[in-house]
């Protein structure tokens, strides 16, 4: 996908809601916090050097052009990385600094999160547009 490219075909972006998810149920099940590291160096990787490891492999297996797929918005795929990211940071540090609640409190948000959007509701897609109503209510009034 080039820079251009302002969609990703739906079967990546489900492979990585479905790794965020069974990292985070990996952590739970086996209480090896170091499992948060691949969704979290991965997500890292595709928010600051636009590589995601995750989605380059998962497009190895895409048989159809980009353009057969269902699209994803680049933007709000971005966006929501970002929540991501930043909760399995906090996760990942509780963790190892022996905040278990926290730790799990954060990871718990990414698991729903994810599983709610492999449903087919994209939380992170609610917030950004609640966001922006936000913010256009906040300029209307200051006109």
């Known amino acids: 996908m080039g820079e251009t490219n302002q969609t990703i075909p739906r079967p990546l972006v ?9 990292s985070v149920l990996s952590v739970w099940i086996s209480g090896v916090e ?14 600051l050097l ?6 380059e492999f998962a497009k190895l297996f895409l048989k159809r052009p980009y353009s057969k797929y269902i699209a994803e918005d680049k933007q709000q795929q971005k966006f929501n990385q ?3 990211t ?3 940071t906090i996760a990942f540090g509780s963790y190892l600094m022996g905040m278990v609640i926290i730790g799990h409190i954060a990871s718990l948000f990414v698991a729903i999160a994810s599983f ?3 449903l087919g509701f994209c939380v992170g897609c ?3 547009y609640k966001w922006s109503q936000y913010q256009y209510k906040r300029l209307q009034k200051g006109l």
Not at 50 to 55: A, G, R, S, V
């Open 126 to 128: 609610f917030i950004r």
């Open 82 to 84: 970002w929540i991501a």
């Open 116 to 118: 709610v959007a492999i």
């Open 50 to 55: 636009k590589y995601n490891p995750i989605m």
């Open 34 to 47: 170091w499992i948060l590291l691949i969704p979290l160096l991965s997500g890292l990787s595709g928010l």
């Open 14 to 22: 489900r492979t990585n809601q479905w790794v965020l998810f069974s």
């Open 86 to 88: 930043i909760l399995l």
